[in-house]
């Protein structure tokens, strides 16, 4: 590959960071050649992962892991050396640690009684399953841009499976059928296994330390150039003759504004659309403030691109509905053992093998998750971390009588507290920062195929599009997988790498699991 070859990549997540990994690694180009704009001071994007013991630690989420899916993701990161293991890759330390610490939930559910329910049942009816057969087996095109209440009857949105499923992959009751549809194709080995999370992985850290640093690490040994505080205000185009060419970019870095001439054989990758745009953070004493795409200007470029080029996707389809797209998360830092002592007693798992922890009967539907501790590098002896989320934050608690959106962090303790029927005394020393995301399932919403561009689209010619808002047939949102593949996928096209993406595992299409998966529906 030329040396003369020049990348700019317009924003500094997951997935344009592991499409400079691939630049490198599978097409031959210099890490020299390569620049990633950030307008934020830190890499990693929706994998973040900050604060400290003393002020608080904060994640606004983790997203799940799997080893028998996620070909990209590991396929990139069989590549990237670990930070702590001498000799062994990122991969290697992630499937040891999985190993060490197996998830097997005995709390999944949890009723207003604070009884655990037995969940090896699905608790389907005869037409339940019926309709939930027809909505898997239902081709896409007629799916359209139905809502996942078009297909299912309002008792299915109280059966085990679906408080389960909902919570652990974050679906809303009016999201989209088609991807409703396609997780439950490409997750059909977890129906079976889905009450006790058996195939859920985690990193060994939270996923900016374990996944983002050490790749951004590697990038710069490379060569990469990293630019923080720089945000692109626009990507000036040429479509002469039907082709769509970069010319240039204009950036504001550090308050100047900055043009960079892009030619015909460089090439730009852009990250359109964020989950996490106008996120918000409060306190103990304070509710998060309530921003949207006009306090961040996140989804602006996107919307500037997209007018009168239907290739390029229709941001609208994503970010006008925040009632629709949005929940709210939490993050516990803890000085005193005793909050994980009694959870420890409740469950019956420790930190790290539980999974997610759902209170059923919870007008927010809250749901916890303790991690395997330390979940921070660097987080001191004696300070423990756990991290929650609530899928309906706009109704009034339990316990506390105001809408979560509107709570601080002590009244969100309290909430909770409620749940397990815990005395708030057990959260003295505890320190807990909400956060409101307002587009964190947006990429859920009803759409048509439309709505979402391709990688790289057609008739571009050195711009590609990588985010959770590009179409990629087969693979589910909201997974770093979709991130990392729609980059290796654009890469790969535009600097005709020889080398195949990994295809999509088609464990849906295994007489065993699709047996499993029966057996299940019946129980």
């Known amino acids: 590959m030329s040396d003369s070859i020049k990348a700019y990549l317009v924003g500094g997540g997951i997935g344009n960071l592991a499409a400079a990994a691939f630049m490198i690694r599978d097409a031959g180009v210099a890490g020299s050649d390569i620049t990633i704009f950030e307008a934020s001071p830190l890499s990693g994007g929706s994998l973040d992962g900050g604060g400290n013991a003393e002020t608080g630690y904060t994640l606004r989420g983790g997203r799940m892991l799997t080893t028998d899916n996620y070909e990209c993701t590991w396929d990139l990161f069989?590549?990237?050396?670990?930070?702590?293991?001498?000799?062994?890759?990122?991969?290697?330390?992630?499937?040891?640690?999985?190993?060490?610490?197996?998830?097997?939930?005995?709390?999944r559910l949890v009723d207003r009684n604070r009884f655990r329910l037995n969940v090896s049942s699905m608790g389907f009816n005869m037409h339940e399953r019926a309709e939930l057969m027809a909505l898997a087996e239902a081709d896409e095109e007629k799916l359209g841009n139905t809502a996942i209440t078009d297909w299912l009857s309002p008792e299915f949105f109280d059966t085990?499976?679906?408080?389960?499923?909902?919570?652990?992959?974050?679906f809303q009751p009016w999201h989209s059928a088609v991807e409703f549809k396609r997780y439950l194709h490409r997750f059909m080995m977890e129906f079976s296994r889905i009450e006790t999370l058996a195939g859920v992985k985690r990193t060994v850290y939270n996923q900016y330390d374990s996944l983002v640093r050490p790749l951004q690490q590697w990038l710069q040994e490379q060569g990469v150039r990293v630019v923080h505080n720089c945000k692109v205000e626009d990507i000036e185009l040429d479509e002469d003759g039907g082709n769509t060419i970069v010319e240039r970019l204009r950036c504001s870095r550090d308050g100047v504004a900055e043009t960079i001439e892009v030619r015909p054989q460089d090439l730009v990758f852009f990250q359109n659309g964020s989950m996490t745009d106008a996120s918000s953070f409060g306190s103990m004493h304070s509710a998060p403030p309530k921003f949207d795409k006009r306090d961040s200007q996140g989804w602006a470029l996107w919307e500037k691109l997209a007018v009168d080029r239907p290739q390029f996707g229709n941001p609208a389809a994503f970010n006008t509905s925040i009632p629709e797209s949005w929940w709210e998360s939490f993050t516990v830092t803890l000085k005193d053992p005793a909050f994980f002592d009694k959870m420890e007693q409740f469950t019956g798992n420790t930190d790290g093998t539980g999974g997610l922890v759902t209170f059923k009967d919870s007008n927010w539907l809250m749901s916890v998750v303790l991690a395997h501790q330390p979940h921070f590098a660097g987080q001191p002896e004696g300070v423990q971390v756990f991290w929650g989320y609530a899928l309906h934050p706009d109704r009034v608690g339990n316990f506390v009588a105001?809408?979560?959106?509107?709570?601080?962090?002590?009244?969100?303790?309290?909430?909770?507290?409620?749940?397990?029927?815990?005395?708030?005394?057990?959260?003295?020393?505890?320190?807990?920062?909400?956060?409101?995301?307002?587009?964190?399932?947006?990429?859920?919403?009803?759409?048509?195929?439309?709505?979402?561009?391709?990688?790289?689209?057609?008739?571009?010619?050195?711009?590609?599009?990588?985010?959770?808002?590009?179409?990629?047939?087969?693979?589910?949102?909201?997974?770093?997988?979709?991130?990392?593949?729609?980059?290796?996928?654009?890469?790969?096209?535009?600097?005709?790498?020889?080398?195949?993406?990994?295809?999509?595992?088609?464990?849906?299409?295994s007489l065993k699991v699709k047996l499993e998966t029966l057996v299940k529906a019946f129980r």
């Not at 085990?160 to 974050?170: G, L, N």
């Not at 990588?466 to 729609?486: G, K, L, N």
């Open 160 to 170: 085990k499976f679906w408080y389960m499923w909902a919570t652990t992959f974050a």
């Open 402 to 509: 105001k809408p979560m959106a509107d709570c601080t962090g002590e009244e969100i303790l309290r909430e909770l507290c409620g749940h397990l029927n815990f005395d708030m005394q057990i959260m003295e020393k505890a320190n807990c920062i909400p956060c409101r995301m307002p587009y964190i399932t947006s990429m859920f919403m009803p759409r048509f195929k439309s709505d979402r561009p391709l990688p790289v689209p057609t008739n571009s010619r050195n711009l590609a599009f990588v985010s959770q808002f590009v179409e990629i047939p087969e693979d589910v949102v909201f997974t770093v997988e979709y991130s990392v593949r729609a980059a290796q996928m654009a890469v790969y096209e535009l600097l005709n790498v020889k080398r195949t993406v990994p295809p999509v595992s088609h464990y849906d299409k």
């Open 78 to 107: 069989k590549s990237i050396p670990s930070l702590e293991h001498v000799g062994k890759t990122v991969y290697d330390e992630t499937i040891a640690f999985n190993e060490m610490h197996k998830s097997h939930s005995k709390a």
